[in-house]
Each structure stands twice: as C-alpha cells, then as structure tokens.
C-alpha cells in the first residue's frame, strides 16, 4: 500500500465489478482490481454467494471438505495438470514448489530471471548485477544469503540459460511467462519451447507462475500456448479474489513424489523404533484448503475461468490497447504497450526483451504524477509498471475516460 506514492492510500468503502467507492464517496473506475487479486471484477457474484453460503456452515475443519475430489477434477480439466495441492498465497505455492523440485532432484539451486518476482520466497529474492547473482535490493531480514541458493539470468537469453544449467546444480527454473514484475516483458518467438527443451536435456525441473498471467486465458499462458510445465503455480484471482492458492503437478512428479514420501515414512518407522523422534515435513499450513476457500474455488473454476468471462475481458483489453497504441502514436512518442489477455501495460521506451531494459525505461516521477493525475479524474490504476487490467463488467466508457485523463496528462506535461 506504500507504493501509491499519495500522502496516504485510499480507504475504501464499497467494491463492486469494476467500481470502487472511497470512505468520501469518491467512485473510481478500477483498473487495478487489487493488483490481479480481483482481476475477475469484485465480489463477484457466484463467488460471494458461495462464501456466504459457506459462512455458516464451517469455515476450516483441518480436513477434506466434500467438495475437494470436484474441485480437482476441474482444476485439472481447466489447468491441464492431473495432481493439485491448495495454498493460501501464490508465495505458499511456489515455496511448496520448489522445496519439492529440490527434494526430488537432491540438487540445491533454483534459477530465476532477473526482475521477476515469486512473492516472499527468500531464494528467488536475487537480481542480476554486473553479471552475479546478487541478494535483491531492499529485502528485509534474510535468514540467509539468497545468492548461495539461486542462479538470475535475463529473460530471454538462451545461451545464458544454458550455460547456467549446464553445471548441475540447479533443481527447477521457476518462471512467469511473460515477466511482469519488472513491466511486461514478452517471450521471443520459441523461447518457451527452448526453455522447456533446456531444462529436460539436463534434468531440471519447470516450474510456471501464472499468478498475474492468469489473465491469459481460461487454462491461463500455459493453456492458450500450450507449454508443458512439471508444476504450475497460481494465486490471487484463482478463487475470485479470497485468499487461495493452488499447484499442480504432472503425472511424473507425482510419481516421484509418492515415492519421495514413501522412503521417508520407511524411514520415520525405523526412527520410532529405535525411539527416537517422528520427522516433520513443515510444508503446509493449518489454514490450506479452507471450507471457505474450496467453496470460492469451485464457484470461480465453474463460473468465472471460462470463455465467455475471458472474452468479455479481452475485449475491454483489446480496445485498451488499440487506444493507447493511436495516443501515443498521435505524439510521436516512442513508448510501447504490451498486452497478454486482459492485462495491458505500456512503458517510457521501446517494448523490452529483459529484465534489466524494462528497468532502464522505468520513469517513477512520471508513474507518480500520472497515477495521481487519474486519481483525481476517477481512473484508478496500480501503483506500479503502469499495469491495467480490464475486469468484465468494465465498461468502454471507462476505457474512453481512462484514455482521455492519460491525454490530459500529456497536454499538460509535454506540449
């Protein structure tokens, strides 16, 4: 909430589709929606009767809700992936993740790309700096030097991912599809095949965070392109913005895992026989897999990751785009605009291949004025990288104002 750059955030009253209303009755045109938590509009309406359904009927037992063979089966049937454990945030998940990619592989390194973000998982929080891996600027309190545990590369550098992996030491590749973090950073052409051909030849693991490209399409990037991931990691807007998480994970790796657990549990008895103390896994939370999150779940994996959701959304996004292209066009401007689905994000500068290009073309003085500018205008975006998303109740005339604010904008600061 620190990152909004105003004297103090907005306090919000009431939330609904694509409208927010502050504690002064303020209406705003939200094309934030909770950096992607709320991506699918708020409260949406299958979602919230679900929730209150649920409400009084038990909110976390610590077991199995009825629901939870359903709700696998369309996890899978919509995400590709046949075996899914639940989270409560994306960081859950992809922590899970990759504490499984380094159990099954016996190798101690993870590989990010420079500029991403996985959430608070202290070994993906390094960035690329004069050609090391190096903690990531700011982090608070590490419990350990995260260089020692992850390899960064740029994005779309084959040669410097393969030379990376080629030393053995890395257990999976954890990777947003298209890089969001950092501004919008789209794969080259192919670069997602060689990514998954690179990590098979030497036995590494694929880890996909889809928790912002969600908006790709109903089975997100992975389903629209068809990559083929060991894992596949979502959070936020899964469950239509309550707090929920889930990964899945292919047929081999489940395999793998059962046989994991297997030689453990062997090893825990022989442990309890000789007296000494039972092993504890520590992955998990008491709270994973809620009531209240499985009936929310259902009710977005029935309702809201569709077509039908997903073309409404793409349409507000299409034209969000095409708008913005002829704006900064119309001003000879060479800034660019990006779009997967229904998230769009324009940039001070020509489209980026990395990391380190969107960091480059990163203007914070101008990213404040703007935000605050269409603030005061009734157009709320994310307070960061300039990203929008475009809900499917946001109507063209929010589009059309939220446009004609980022003109005013420049009439006002560049004649």
């Known amino acids: 909430m620190a990152d909004w750059g105003t004297p103090f955030p907005l306090s919000v009253e009431f939330a609904e589709g694509a409208t927010l209303t502050d504690a002064d009755g303020l209406s705003y045109s939200d094309f934030c929606l909770g950096d992607t938590g709320a991506m699918f509009g708020h409260s949406p309406p299958s979602v919230a009767a679900a929730i209150a359904a649920q409400a009084a009927r038990g ?38 993740a990759l504490r499984w990619a380094r159990a099954l592989t016996g190798r101690p390194k993870v590989l990010v790309f420079h500029g991403g973000y996985h959430g608070i998982v202290e070994e993906t929080m390094v960035r690329l700096r004069g050609g090391r891996t190096v903690p990531r600027e700011g982090a608070v309190g590490p419990a350990f030097d995260p260089a020692l545990a992850a ?16 030393g053995g030491e890395v257990a999976a590749v954890i990777a947003e599809p298209v890089m969001t973090n950092c501004g919008m950073v789209l794969p080259d052409p192919g ?43 979502c959070g936020k807007a ?26 453990r549990d062997d090893d825990a008895r022989r442990a309890a026989d000789t007296g000494l103390a039972h092993g504890h896994s520590g992955m998990g939370t008491t709270l994973a897999g809620n009531a209240l999150a499985i009936a929310a779940l259902e009710a977005a994996l029935r309702d809201l990751h569709t077509p039908v959701t997903h073309a409404a959304m793409r349409a507000g996004a299409e034209r969000l785009e095409a708008s913005l292209t002829a704006l900064f066009a119309a001003r000879r401007l060479d800034w660019h605009v990006s779009r997967v689905g ?4 324009f ?31 009734g157009s709320l975006v994310t307070p960061f990288h300039n990203m929008l998303l475009a809900a499917p109740t946001l109507q063209h005339e929010a589009i059309d104002r939220l446009c004609a ?6 009439d006002e600061v560049r004649p």
Do not use: K
């Open 191 to 233: 670069y997602h095949a060689a990514l998954r051909a690179l990590t098979r030849r030497h036995g590494v693991l694929l880890v996909i965070d889809e928790t912002h490209t969600l908006s790709s399409g109903p089975g997100g990037y992975a389903g629209e392109h068809g990559l083929e991931p060991d894992l596949w990691v």
């Open 59 to 96: 909110l976390t037992c610590m077991l199995p809700d009825a629901r939870v063979a359903a709700v696998g089966t369309a996890l899978a049937a919509r995400f590709g992936l046949p075996h899914w454990q639940l989270a409560q945030t994306a960081s859950d998940a992809n922590r899970a």
């Open 342 to 345: 229904a998230r769009v994000e």
């Open 151 to 166: 390899i960064a590369v740029e994005f779309n550098d084959l040669e410097a991912l393969q030379a990376a992996l080629a």
């Open 238 to 263: 899964i469950a239509g913005g309550l707090p929920c998480a889930a990964w899945g994970m292919s047929a081999e790796i489940e395999a793998r895992r059962a046989a994991f657990l297997a030689r």
């Open 405 to 410: 604010g980022i003109d005013g904008f420049l």
């Open 347 to 377: 940039g001070f500068g020509p489209a980026p291949r990395n990391g380190s290009e969107a960091e480059a073309i990163m203007a914070p003085t101008v990213e404040r004025a703007l935000r605050l500018w269409l603030i005061n205008r």
